[in-house]
């Protein structure tokens, strides 16, 4: 098993956190992970991306070109990593402030209707979560007790009784998630 | 197994040197190595094991107080970002002039001047071959995971101690950046088993005065000084080079690259076998001393190298010495914050060494 995963958003949508989750699940469950900040000029007025890498062997490079998922949250980074995705590969993006929407036919597209669904609920800091549940329904490589775990590990603890929320939120998430082809 | 955790390369340094008993850090913010520091205080060293955290008012005061700690033997560390080492030289020629033991740790940023805060490797000249004034070396070790800046902080400061020379670990925003599951080695005492003969912590009625110093006025003590300190160059030439070799056994095509850049090689190599090209890669994990003969014996083997370095091109020079024009070695490099992807690292390959 080998995922190479782009997370790109805006800063404070919690593109790295989510990303950080990802990434302490996956070595909950013995894999190499990688986890790679844009950080610096890129990350103050323009896009926030993350790339995760999820592996059973040994990790290469951490920054890629071509992924085999990308999540995507804002127009600029639908614009930038569409054509990143590897043929065949996962397009999951929130379509909340997206006008030009994905057009490639030879990756599967799938639509989270993240921002919506947050505000439904007790604070809308649980969108990230909600867009990693759909990420985890399509596809599901990490067990869902490993993601309690990780989310345990990167919170603080302080935070720790806020796991609950972000439970519900990632099977929010989960159920919303929609195909907007194939 | 040691303690697995998730951690950016920075706060692996820092926990790594709490564990390997460091007495003392000196240093001065700057980005993309920060962490470094802001993860000794919010560890609060002096609770965990009494190490000493001072973030001094400069960078040039803090390699001072690296000079002066490191004369009575502490186990001692700085670190900066390529603008703040430049500032530190000075104090970095003094103290391998002294021949002290100390940990210097650079985590490069884009250059020169005050340059970008993005990943270079243009600091490869600067620590390899003096970076400050004299015939000196640094002993340079470059990380290319999380895991090794843990590993190597250890060694680096085995290796101080056992040459009594200041060690440099030559990482960069990258990896300095990256989270990575690390295994964490086990807390050590302090090592000390060394000849601590030399150590200035106050004359005791049963021996001599020792003097620390990098002043020798009399010619030929200064050159006999010179000749003793080459002495240990070579011995580490001889004993202390370190490499790791990825797909090299039946590699017609090679590249040489270490740190971040071999990361992105390694991803190339497995594009090109992919594609049927028996590419492989060298990783250097010392630069200085340099892998001079592992290079010169993979040159009777493959067909060419290939370069790839965040510079416009200066361990290339390094890699050519070994080849000495045995084979055709070429460069690929982008500079001041970019980074190559391994798809293009492996075109350049087919460009200037496969169809050249």
């Not at chain 2, 290079?295 to 083997?301: D, N, P, T």
């Given at each position: 098993m080998n995922e190479e995963i782009i997370i790109a958003g805006f800063g404070g949508q919690g593109v790295l956190s989510m990303g950080k989750i990802l990434a302490y699940s996956g070595m909950m469950q013995n894999m190499e992970v990688s986890w790679m900040p844009s950080y610096g000029p890129e990350m103050r007025g323009g896009t926030a991306n993350v790339t995760v890498i999820l592996s059973d062997s040994r990790i290469s490079s951490p920054i890629l070109n071509v992924y085999d998922t990308a999540i995507i949250l804002n127009q600029q980074s639908l614009d930038k990593f569409e054509e990143k995705v590897k043929p065949g590969g996962?397009?999951?993006?929130?379509?909340?402030?997206?006008?030009?929407?994905?057009?490639?036919?030879?990756?599967?597209?799938?639509?989270?209707?993240?921002?919506?669904?947050?505000a439904k609920m007790a604070t809308t800091k649980t969108f990230n979560m909600i867009v990693l549940g759909g990420y985890l329904k399509l596809k599901p490589i990490i067990d869902f007790e490993d993601i309690k775990n990780g989310l345990k590990k990167s919170l603080p603890k302080r935070h720790h009784h806020l796991i609950p929320l972000n439970i519900d939120a990632l099977e929010r998430g989960m159920k919303i998630v929609k195909a907007l082809n194939n | 197994m040691g303690e697995l955790r998730l951690m950016k390369g920075n706060e692996a340094i820092a926990e790594a040197a709490i564990r390997a008993g460091c007495d003392a850090y000196f240093g001065y913010p700057i980005t993309p190595q920060s962490e470094i520091i802001e993860y000794l205080a919010a560890e609060e060293t002096h609770k965990r094991t009494g190490m000493v955290l001072l973030q001094a008012e400069s960078e040039i005061a803090a390699i001072n107080m690296v000079y002066g700690a490191a004369s009575t033997g502490k186990k001692v560390m700085t670190s900066s970002s390529s603008p703040g080492i430049s500032l530190k030289q000075?104090?970095?020629?003094?103290?391998?002039?002294?021949?002290?033991?100390?940990?210097?740790?650079?985590?490069?940023?884009?250059?020169?001047?005050?340059?970008?805060?993005?990943?270079?490797?243009?600091?490869?000249?600067?620590?390899?071959?003096?970076?400050?004034?004299?015939?000196?070396?640094?002993?340079?070790?470059?990380?290319?995971?999380?895991?090794?800046?843990?590993?190597?902080?250890?060694?680096?400061?085995d290796l101080a101690f056992k040459y009594r020379n200041p060690a440099m670990i030559l990482s960069d925003g990258m990896i300095g950046q990256m989270m990575e599951k690390v295994e964490l080695f086990d807390p050590v005492p302090r090592n000390t088993e060394f000849?601590?003969?030399?150590?200035?912590?106050?004359?005791?009625?049963?021996?001599?005065?020792?003097?620390?110093?990098?002043?020798?006025?009399?010619?030929?003590?200064?050159?006999?000084?010179?000749?003793?300190?080459?002495?240990?160059?070579?011995?580490?030439?001889?004993?202390?080079?370190?490499?790791?070799?990825?797909?090299?056994?039946?590699?017609?095509?090679?590249?040489?690259?270490?740190?971040?850049?071999?990361?992105?090689?390694?991803?190339?190599?497995?594009?090109?076998?992919?594609?049927g090209i028996k590419t492989g890669l060298l990783r250097p994990?010392?630069?200085?001393?340099?892998?001079?003969?592992?290079?010169?014996?993979?040159?009777?083997?493959?067909?060419?190298i290939l370069t790839v370095e965040l510079s416009m091109g200066q361990m290339v020079e390094d890699v050519r010495l070994a080849v000495n024009g045995k084979i055709k070695v070429e460069f690929y490099g982008r500079a001041g914050g970019m980074i190559p992807t391994p798809e293009e690292v492996l075109k350049a390959m087919k460009q200037k060494i496969i169809g050249g």
């Open positions: 996962l397009l999951l993006y929130d379509t909340n402030g997206i006008t030009r929407h994905p057009k490639r036919t030879d990756i599967k597209i799938y639509q989270v209707e993240a921002a919506a669904e947050a | 000075e104090g970095i020629s003094y103290i391998a002039g002294a021949e002290l033991p100390c940990l210097i740790v650079n985590v490069v940023r884009g250059g020169p001047g005050l340059g970008t805060i993005q990943p270079s490797q243009a600091d490869y000249f600067q620590a390899t071959k003096g970076g400050g004034h004299g015939d000196y070396r640094l002993i340079v070790l470059a990380p290319a995971s999380v895991q090794e800046m843990s590993d190597f902080v250890k060694l680096a400061f000849d601590q003969s030399w150590v200035i912590t106050g004359k005791t009625a049963d021996r001599e005065r020792n003097i620390i110093t990098s002043l020798h006025l009399e010619s030929a003590s200064m050159e006999k000084h010179n000749q003793e300190l080459q002495k240990k160059y070579i011995q580490m030439q001889e004993q202390e080079v370190r490499i790791e070799k990825i797909q090299c056994e039946d590699a017609e095509f090679l590249f040489v690259a270490y740190g971040s850049s071999a990361r992105i090689c390694q991803k190339a190599v497995d594009l090109a076998r992919a594609e994990q010392t630069l200085f001393p340099f892998p001079t003969k592992e290079i010169e014996k993979m040159a009777g083997q493959v067909k060419g």
